[in-house]
């Protein structure tokens, strides 16, 4: 039942920037990014809680930031320096709680490419 979609991605310079949008409703408890590269594994870029407590990869840390706008459901992928490691399907997560618990939910990706 809940929707949302990724946006920002697209074609980039090694070095340059983008930033990733995605919005959500519902009682949100964490929002985040995945990435996956082709031929490669899955792996978490950032997450944010409510709170406003974060995590990153250890590979963006410093050249990332993840933000979020409570009041609007958002969350954001300030995505700087970037490199060709970088090029990725990057993915909206959402955590919400419900009734019973919570329920993780994926946005379809957003693709990012960094090349020269």
């Known amino acids: 039942q809940v929707q949302f979609e990724e946006s920002g991605g697209g074609l980039v310079q090694p070095g ?12 949100i408890i964490s929002m985040g990014w995945y990435r996956q590269a082709p031929g490669k594994q899955r792996e978490l ?3 944010i809680t409510s709170g406003g407590s974060t995590n990153y990869l250890d590979s963006v840390k410093g050249r990332f930031i993840i933000s979020r706008d409570n ?7 300030q995505m700087n320096s970037l490199k060709l490691e970088d ?8 955590r919400i709680a419900t009734t019973t618990g919570f329920l993780d939910t994926w946005g379809q990706g957003t693709l990012v490419t960094v090349s020269s």
Do not use: Q
Request: contains cysteine.
């Open 45 to 47: 870029v950032a997450v």
């Open 87 to 94: 090029t990725a399907v990057y993915y909206c997560t959402v």
């Open 16 to 27: 340059g920037s983008l930033k990733l949008s995605c919005e959500s409703s519902g009682s």
């Open 71 to 77: 009041a609007k459901n958002t969350v954001y992928l």
